[in-house]
């Protein structure tokens, strides 16, 4: 089959809108700008933007295991709406994939209910409790995309500097949630200001930023590639920046909230404000955006991490950290930081597509003759107010509710198939 859509804009590398057409066969794109070939299903894309699908390095779909949070289905078809094409799904699901059977069943789920491309990591110790290694070169053969404990992280320098060195070995990137145990003081916030104001226990910067230190320094023995998630702090940007600096193979991810929000716009004992890591100072946020703009931070990354209403309902302490991401990335950076001047449109794309990819040597995130046809249409015109009631996620908990936001995707494909369009 044949798909050719006409009359959409897409950017140029001086963040220039040109009005072009992209021929699709067989799952892959084989023109751009050309004549609309004969017996060719046309879509009109209306003079809307077309991106190259987002690539989330960062995402928790909840299943196996947390289906009353999410599912692959309903997950996926999140990830669709908010213009994402590839995700790559975190190991902290029940089971873990943390071996060849666990990696074979996560992938059946993937290939029965998944909407869009989902690629799974596989977990750098068993049930990511920090103790015994996992067999990465069995995993990676399974179709681990890199190698994660996301959602704690590995306490003993030991068994992050054997499982980089095994990494190294078979060209696999260790992807590290940096959090020292010993530093949480089982806090829910920030340590700072607000968590003072609020009287909750707060999470010191450190908690994060000593464990990034000592990692880029295990990287640069194991000679392995290492990639830092969800990055909130000043002081980790620094570790990050003189790590890149002296040589060592670190990337590093931030997400939209980090960005957006800061420990000050906490409104009250709220749980859809609690993640990990936490919302940190306005310094910290500044020096976020800084390392985005000089490439320290490579990638914007949602990590979407859904819970229920009823575990966020009351109060931070016992809610679990988290929220969710796919459904108002796009539209909420673009609002913030495109629309006011501060980034281009081709920054931010890049940020969501190319870049992640390239640190993951995926084959994704461009709008290239050849490659496969993953792509957004987004009407950058369209206004609308977040509604957490309306998300296709069954997570309800953000922060940005009430938000007003301009920038929505309409059209979602991947390898040429309509994974999400928006009723008129
Ligand atoms: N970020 C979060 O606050 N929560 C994530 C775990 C994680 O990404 O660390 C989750 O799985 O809920
Ligand atoms: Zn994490």
């Given amino acids: 089959m044949t798909t050719f859509i006409h009359n959409i804009k897409m950017v140029n590398e001086a963040s220039e809108l040109v009005t072009t057409s992209i021929t699709i066969e067989e799952g892959k794109i084989t023109a751009i700008g050309g004549e609309q070939p004969a017996h060719a299903q046309v879509i009109d894309g209306k003079g809307n933007l077309v991106a190259p699908g987002f690539v989330d390095v960062h995402t928790h779909l909840r299943e196996p295991g947390f289906e009353h949070k999410e599912t692959i289905a309903t997950g996926t078809a999140s990830a669709a709406k908010g213009g994402f094409t590839t995700i790559c799904a975190m190991p902290n699901t029940k089971p873990v994939p943390d071996s060849i059977e666990n990696m074979q069943l996560i992938n059946g789920l993937i290939q029965d209910s998944a909407a869009i491309r989902v690629l799974p990591y596989g977990s750098l110790t068993k049930d990511i409790s920090g103790e015994v290694r996992t067999n990465m070169e069995e995993l990676k053969a399974q179709g681990a995309v890199a190698f994660s404990d996301d959602g704690v992280g590995i306490q003993l320098a030991a068994t992050m500097y054997e499982q980089m060195k095994e990494a190294a070995r078979i060209d696999a990137v260790v992807v590290a949630h940096c959090e020292d145990n010993s530093l949480i003081y089982e806090g829910v916030m920030h340590e700072g200001t607000r ?5 909750l226990p707060g999470i010191p910067s450190i908690c994060e930023s000593v464990q990034i230190a000592r990692d880029v320094l295990l990287a640069e023995a194991a000679g392995a590639r290492y990639h830092v998630c969800h ?68 990638c914007i990354a949602t990590d979407h991490a859904p819970h229920t209403v009823e575990e966020k309902c009351c109060g931070m302490v016992g809610a679990p950290f988290g929220i969710v991401g796919f459904e108002t990335a796009f539209p909420l950076l673009y609002t913030s930081f495109v629309e006011t001047g501060k980034w281009t449109l081709k920054q931010l794309i890049n940020w969501m597509t190319v870049k992640p990819s390239q640190i993951f040597d995926l084959p994704y995130g461009t709008l290239t003759v050849g490659a496969s046809a993953d792509l957004t249409i987004i009407d950058l015109n369209k206004e609308q107010t977040v509604d957490a009631e309306g998300f296709v996620s069954k997570g309800r908990n953000t922060p940005f509710n009430g938000w007003v936001a301009k920038g929505w995707p309409v059209l979602t494909m991947v390898e040429g198939k309509i994974a999400f369009e928006e009723v008129q």
């Fill in 195 to 199: 968590n003072k104001e609020l009287g």
């Fill in 231 to 298: 990055v909130s702090t000043k002081e980790s940007v620094r570790a990050v920046r003189d790590a890149k600096a002296a040589g060592i193979r670190v990337t590093a991810e931030v997400c939209p909230h980090h960005l957006l929000l800061e420990e000050m716009d906490i409104p009250s004992d709220d749980a859809n404000w609690k993640m990990n890591p936490p919302l940190r100072a306005a310094d910290d946020k500044d020096s976020l955006h800084a390392a985005l703009l000089d490439g320290t931070i490579d």
